[in-house]
C-alpha cells in the first residue's frame, strides 16, 4: 500500500453537506460523480495529497444507505492506494484478511477498487483502489 487515497463519510445530503466541508477545508469540491452500481454519488475534497469523498445514497438498498441507517451519518471508510490490486487481494488473502469481492470493480474518480470486511480489519471497512489503467 502506498498511501491514503481519501476518507470516505456518508452523508444524508449532499449538497448540504458540500457546503459544509467548503466551509470547514476552506474550498469548494472539485468533483461530483455517480456511481450507479454502489447507489450512491460522491463529491471529492482534495486536501494535500488526500481526498475527503462525500457519499450520498441514490437509493434505498446502497451500502450507505443502510449503513446511515444502522448507524448514522459518518466515516464510512478508509482507503489506500495501491500498485497493483489483484497482487495485494492475494497477498491479504494469504494474511487472513475477508476480501468482500471476487474482482475488483469500477469506483468513483476512475479506480477499481475491492473492499476488506470489518470484521477482519478490527471494524473498520478498508477499500483498496487502483488507478484504472
Not at 60 to 84: C, L, N, R
Request: with cysteine; charged share 35%.
Amino acid at each position: 500500500m502506498r498511501k491514503i487515497e481519501h476518507l470516505g463519510i456518508a452523508v444524508r445530503d449532499l449538497q448540504k453537506s458540500n457546503e459544509l466541508f467548503r466551509k470547514l477545508l476552506g474550498s469548494a469540491h472539485y468533483k461530483t460523480e455517480k456511481v450507479e452500481g454502489e447507489g450512491v454519488i460522491t463529491a471529492f475534497f482534495l486536501i494535500g495529497d488526500t481526498k475527503i469523498e462525500l457519499l450520498e445514497a441514490t437509493r434505498g438498498d446502497s451500502p450507505i444507505s443502510k449503513f446511515i441507517e444502522k448507524k448514522a451519518e459518518g466515516i464510512h471508510h478508509i482507503a489506500f492506494d495501491v500498485e497493483d490490486i489483484f497482487k495485494e487481494m492475494e497477498r491479504l488473502r494469504a494474511e487472513g484478511f475477508e476480501i468482500l469481492n471476487d474482482i475488483p470493480k469500477e469506483g468513483a474518480d476512475n479506480k477499481l477498487v475491492v473492499f476488506l470486511h470489518p470484521r477482519s480489519t478490527n471494524g473498520v471497512l478498508v477499500e483498496l483502489c487502483q488507478d484504472k489503467l
